[in-house]
């Protein structure tokens, strides 16, 4: 069960989190007030979601090495592991919650005492970071990512050499999933150039096929992490999908909107200035599994966009 309360401390934690980008992101303000009570805090995570936080700000171990796999297994531990995770008074995992005798191996592994949690056990209406800082026992610090001064300066000179000016829109279309993605963005990019803005597209791999289905005036593709996030500060608005780009979005101070349809927003939705524009009900017409713009007109996410 999550620990209720924990007072400031010297001791080392170490945090398993298993989740992708928008989860990472979530978790971010509760590790911050965690890394805070701590003499350190290593965190075990996917690498690319990682890449997001801001550097040296805790010790990074990739969750895909074969040491945490060892955690999983029936055999003996084997000394890497313990070499690895070692030293750690305090873990607290998001990752082997019900696996049989994960705990105990987490435990004798690290040396400290573990808590295993569900990855996503949110109550009702509760917030992912609020229930991140629940399970940890603290309340979660102010959302917010600094850029960094190098990707700031990355995305002065890209403005520049794209002569993007001040009234442009980041546009990201994709998402962890096709269902997700709203397909009214390329008629919501059309409108803004329209208006006399500028369209700046984000695009990774999963975007490849609407490269030319969406209007825009500058393409930046496959990017790090710390360009996008300076990049999404620096524009007049955003806007996304239910994604981990739309999380960052939130994180970084930006202004915009993020379509969600499935998704509970009230658990799911960005901090900060990006705002949930929430299509819930299956659309009659196209059915289940689209986020069409019968289900959540143009109209309605320029306006929101407009107000953001």
Not at 166 to 180: C, N
Not at 249 to 267: E, K, N
Request: proline letters at 7%; glycine letters at 10%; a positive charge.
């Amino acid at each position: 069960m999550p620990r209720k309360s924990i007072e400031p401390s010297h001791r080392h934690v170490l945090v398993l989190f298993p989740g992708a980008l928008g989860d990472l992101l979530c978790c971010w303000p509760a590790l911050q007030a965690l890394r805070a009570t701590a003499a350190g805090l290593t965190l075990v995570a996917g690498p690319a979601a990682a890449a997001a936080l801001p550097p040296r700000s805790l010790a990074l171990i990739s969750i895909d090495r074969r040491e945490i796999g060892d955690l999983f297994a029936a055999a003996p531990l084997v000394a890497a592991t313990r070499t690895l995770l070692g030293g750690h008074q305090r873990v607290e995992s998001f990752t082997g919650h019900g696996v049989p005798d994960f705990a105990r191996r987490l435990a004798e592994a690290s040396g400290g005492v573990a808590a295993v949690h569900p990855s996503r056990g949110m109550q009702p209406g509760e917030h992912a970071t609020d229930y991140y800082a629940r399970c940890f026992g603290i309340v979660a610090r102010r959302p917010q990512l600094p850029i960094a001064p190098e990707a700031a300066a990355w995305a002065a000179a890209f403005w520049q050499r794209a002569d993007l000016g001040e009234r442009t829109l980041v546009v990201h279309p994709g998402s962890g999933s096709a269902g997700k993605n709203w397909q009214g963005m390329s008629a919501a990019a059309t409108a803004w150039r329209n208006g006399g803005g500028r369209v700046l597209m984000l695009a990774g791999p999963a975007e490849a096929a609407a490269d030319h289905a969406i209007a825009h005036d500058a393409l930046l593709r496959d990017a790090s992490l710390a360009q996008v996030a300076a990049a999404l500060a620096r524009a007049q608005r955003y806007l996304g999908n239910d994604s981990g780009i739309s999380h960052l979005a939130g994180l970084v101070g930006a202004r915009g909107v993020a379509v969600f349809g499935d998704s509970d927003p009230a658990i799911w939705h960005p901090h900060g200035a990006v705002q949930v524009v929430h299509a819930p009900q299956p659309c009659v017409r196209c059915g289940a599994g689209q986020l069409c713009t019968h289900r959540l007109p143009v109209d309605a996410v320029l306006a929101a966009l407009a107000a953001a």
